[in-house]
């Protein structure tokens, strides 16, 4: 479906005020990302936000959804893919790490934007059960052990958030790093292998 003139200056338009206010949230905080510092940064009148967005929660709700909506397109190209399990894994885990590096400001904007549970459970439902699918299909081909999907596809993603807020707070490792890290940890498990200690 081709866009209007109109529509394409507005997604336009749309962006450069949520990606604003992705800038002034990682520069400034969330209390700092007033809407007269988000139109100053996106060089616009202050009234022209909301032409777009009724308020600033809404204008960071949004700049939220869509970075999730970025990321989650990334995910499925992977994990949508006919590679092995143990490619997809890998790069299913340096996808998300990498995304999450390069979008320092769209963590914080998540966390801020997200602070009540319906919000990040709505988000987070859409990234379980493309990574419960993945993870049946997976279980389905024999590539991986039969164990119970939920739980498998639970500890995968909860596992992987918890290296993202590390990554947040460290000097993290190189992203290939932590991507084999985890990927080790899942492939692998913690016991040695036989004749190693």
């Given at each position: 479906?081709?866009?209007?003139?109109?529509?394409?200056?507005?997604?336009?338009?749309?962006?450069s005020?949520?990606?604003?206010?992705?800038?002034?949230v990682?520069?400034?905080?969330?209390?700092?990302?007033?809407?007269?510092?988000?139109?100053a940064?996106?060089?616009?009148a202050?009234?022209?936000?909301?032409?777009y967005?009724?308020s600033?929660?809404?204008?960071?709700?949004?700049?939220?959804?869509?970075?999730?909506?970025?990321?989650?397109?990334?995910?499925?190209?992977?994990?949508?893919?006919?590679?092995?399990?143990?490619?997809?894994?890998?790069?299913?885990?340096?996808?998300?790490?990498?995304?999450?590096?390069?979008?320092?400001?769209?963590?914080?904007?998540?966390?801020?934007a997200?602070?009540?549970?319906?919000?990040?459970?709505?988000?987070?439902?859409?990234?379980?059960?493309?990574?419960r699918?993945?993870?049946?299909?997976?279980?389905?081909?024999?590539?991986?052990?039969?164990?119970d999907v939920?739980?498998?596809?639970?500890?995968?993603?909860?596992?992987?958030g918890a290296?993202?807020?590390?990554?947040?707070?460290?000097?993290?490792p190189?992203?290939?790093?932590?991507?084999?890290?985890?990927?080790?940890?899942f492939l692998?498990?913690?016991?040695p292998k036989?004749?190693?200690?």
């Open positions: 479906m081709t866009m209007t003139k109109q529509q394409v200056v507005q997604a336009f338009r749309m962006q005020i949520r990606d604003a206010a992705s800038r002034v990682s520069q400034h905080g969330v209390g700092g990302a007033t809407i007269d510092a988000i139109a940064e996106a060089g616009i202050k009234g022209t936000i909301y032409l967005f009724k600033r929660e809404e204008l960071l709700e949004s700049a939220a959804d869509h970075a999730v909506t970025e990321l989650m397109a990334q995910v499925a190209g992977v994990l949508e893919s006919n590679e092995p399990f143990d490619v997809q894994l890998r790069r299913f885990f340096r996808t998300v790490l990498a995304y999450f590096d390069e979008h320092r400001d769209f963590f914080r904007l998540y966390q801020a997200c602070k009540e549970e319906e919000c990040r459970s709505r988000r987070y439902t859409e990234y379980f059960k493309r990574i699918a993945w993870v049946k299909r997976a279980m389905e081909a024999d590539e991986v052990r039969r164990l939920d739980r498998v596809a639970l500890v995968l993603s909860e596992s992987l290296v993202i807020q590390r990554r947040q707070l460290d000097a993290p190189p992203v290939d790093a932590d991507t084999e890290w985890l990927a080790s940890l692998d498990g913690l016991m036989k004749g190693k200690i």
